[in-house]
């Protein structure tokens, strides 16, 4: 059973206009979210992240916004540029565990 | 910023040699380290924490005999593919803890087992 899914394999949009990944979680006791970034054949690169006691963190143009009923939570990037093409993946922890539980990732690509 | 290095980048080893993959945090103490494997398109999944000078906490399915971890000090960390078969080729990744700085991501390797 997958707690964390993200549901998109990949999104394409144009550069300068806003790109939105989407992930939604079954557990309802993860209370810490995080978004990595990564490239092909490299290690995930830490993003944002957001606590369960606060449902919007931003970070340049890079925004995560969560919707706790709705088990839900998204990350905004605009303006979306090309460098910004990645696999995106959703993570989230449960109480101060240091153990994450990651979707799958959305593949971005942003056209010039 | 937090560095982990991961070696080797990339390995190929034939059947039933043993693969030694090493994580090291550059510029901090990590007392915990993680080791997570990714196959195509699939998720980071984790197959095991590393304590410092206790044993690791294998994930329920992974087999303990053929994944050994070790970490012997606070800023290595050791995964050892015992027995390599090709099923056994993926995507390692750890990643270290680092209090404050969060989770810090080695780069990778990239095994092949022919």
């Known amino acids: 059973d997958q707690q964390v899914k993200q549901n998109s394999p990949s999104l394409s949009v144009q550069e300068g206009r806003i790109s939105i990944l989407n992930c939604d979680y079954t557990?309802?006791?993860?209370?810490?979210f995080l978004w990595y970034k990564k490239y092909p054949a490299e290690g995930p690169t830490f993003l944002i992240s957001i606590s369960s006691i606060k449902d919007k963190n931003e970070d340049g143009r890079f925004t995560v916004f969560l919707n706790k009923s709705a088990k839900h939570l998204s990350l905004h990037i605009v303006p979306s540029q090309p460098g910004d093409s990645a696999v995106y993946f959703c993570?989230?922890?449960?109480?101060?565990?240091?153990?994450?539980?990651f979707g799958k990732g959305t593949k971005l690509t942003v056209n010039p | 910023g937090a560095v982990v290095s991961q070696h080797p980048s990339w390995v190929i080893c034939k059947s039933g040699t043993s693969v030694k993959i090493e994580c090291r945090s550059l510029d901090f103490q990590a007392t915990t380290m993680f080791w997570y494997r990714q196959f195509p398109k699939q998720s980071l999944m984790l197959m095991a924490t590393?304590?410092?000078?206790?044993?690791?906490?294998?994930e329920q399915g992974v087999e303990k005999d053929k994944f050994l971890i070790n970490h012997a000090s606070l800023t290595l960390s050791t995964l050892t593919v015992t027995s390599a078969h090709p099923e056994d080729s993926s995507f390692y990744i750890c990643?270290?803890?680092?209090?404050?700085?969060?989770?810090?991501f080695g780069s990778g390797t990239r095994l092949t087992v022919v």
């Open positions: 993570a989230a922890s449960v109480g101060g565990s240091e153990k994450l539980v």
């Open positions: 990643s270290a803890s680092s209090g404050t700085l969060g989770y810090t």
């Open positions: 590393s304590n410092e000078g206790s044993k690791a906490t294998y």
């Open positions: 557990n309802s006791m993860f209370d810490y």
